[in-house]
């Protein structure tokens, strides 16, 4: 009740006036059956601008910091998300892909609409990095067409680190489905899995026109992290 009381009531109005969103492909996703959504992951907005379009309920797979989090926000955040219909994923240790991709199978196996940024976070600077083959397993199992989707403009519009986003017009543009039904039974496979993978991630970058980078984004948001501690904290000769 309380998706479809923020979809039609409380906030896809605001956001269809705020980012007038521009929609393009939207008859490629399918009218009911289970399907992937997978998409570029650009703000915190996406999360809420591709439900508030969909004719259809969509379930994403959000980190768990979204329900974890300390104080009053944290608190509101999570019974958000929650109302929502999103599912939290612990994305630390051995077992958080196992954990995604099983809650994932759920949604599709009820015959619903599951979207997933198959990088895993945000991008911090625009630019499309390389999905992870979670998107490729859950696809191969539950043997379900892939929707790419790209969002354009919503990085300009709400930057990671901004609260507030800017009034801003945006575009969100869905490609043809992708069919991986030549790949049943292979879901093991590694090769497979990176194949199936980077060909839904080469959709989507045809769709949004980012600049690629061929690497995790996790990793180079570590790597920058150090980098900006080790300016700030530069270790002496004796270490």
């Known amino acids: 009740m309380f998706y479809y009381l923020l979809k039609y009531v409380l906030l896809g109005p605001l956001l269809r006036l705020v980012f007038r969103p521009r929609i393009e492909g939207l008859e490629h996703v399918p009218a009911s059956g289970p399907a992937i959504v997978a998409g570029n992951h650009l703000s915190f ?6 439900p508030a379009i969909l004719k259809r309920r969509i379930t994403f797979l959000a980190k768990a910091e979204y329900f974890t989090g300390p104080g ?3 608190r509101l955040t999570a019974f958000f ?4 219909g999103q599912i939290p994923v612990d994305r630390s240790g051995k077992e ?3 954990a995604a991709i099983r809650e994932g199978l759920g949604v599709l196996g009820r015959g619903e609409l599951l979207g997933i940024y198959p990088e895993g976070t945000r991008s911090h600077d625009g630019r499309l990095y390389k999905g992870k083959v979670g998107v490729a397993v859950m696809a191969l199992r539950a043997g ?3 929707v790419p989707c790209a969002m354009i403009g919503t990085f300009e519009a709400q930057p990671p680190g901004k609260v507030v986003p800017r009034v801003r017009r945006v575009t969100i543009r869905f490609g043809e489905p992708l069919d991986f039904s030549r790949y049943a039974g ?10 199936v993978t980077d060909e839904i991630m080469y959709a989507i970058l045809s769709l949004s026109e980012q600049e690629y980078v061929d690497r995790y984004a996790a990793v180079v948001k570590a790597e920058q992290a150090d980098a900006r501690k080790e300016r700030r904290f530069p270790r002496t000769p004796l270490g």
Do not use: I, N, T, Y
């Open 72 to 74: 009053l926000k944290g």
């Open 45 to 50: 907005s996406d999360h809420f601008l591709m």
């Open 96 to 98: 958080a892909g196992q």
């Open 144 to 146: 379900v067409p892939v």
């Open 186 to 195: 292979m879901e093991k496979e590694k090769a497979v899995l990176r194949a």
């Open 81 to 84: 998300f929650r109302s929502a």
